[in-house]
């Protein structure tokens, strides 16, 4: 079963301390939530680790990680840039 995204409302000061920290730092908006969402997993993690994604197959993942590491698998970035060049 496909993973419907689902779209969480953030404040208008949070939308606008994202834009101002875009602006200073020269980084778009996506890169900083790339980033600290990142930084949330990383964290979180650390304190109490996913043992379990439903529908998700634990070999599925480590085949992934194994082909990520013997750089088999095309990065997001590169995909995406792909796919927006299409018109």
């Keep these: ?5 689902e779209i969480i409302p953030i404040s208008p000061a949070t939308q606008i301390t994202i834009l101002e920290l875009a602006a200073r730092t020269g980084r778009t908006p996506t890169e ?7 930084e949330f ?25 194994a082909q990520a590491e013997a750089g ?3 990065p997001h970035e590169v995909v995406f840039a792909k796919l927006r ?3």
Excluded: H, Y
């Excluded at 079963?1 to 995204?5: L, Q, R």
């Excluded at 900083?32 to 990142?38: F, G, N, Q, R, S």
């Excluded at 964290?43 to 529908?55: C, N």
């Design 32 to 38: 900083l939530l790339d980033v600290a969402i990142e």
């Design 85 to 87: 060049g299409r018109k």
């Design 1 to 5: 079963m496909p993973m419907i995204p």
């Design 41 to 65: 997993r990383r964290r979180t993690d650390a304190i109490s680790p996913v043992t379990e994604i439903p529908g998700v197959n634990p070999a599925d993942v480590w085949e992934a990680a």
């Design 72 to 74: 088999q698998l095309t």
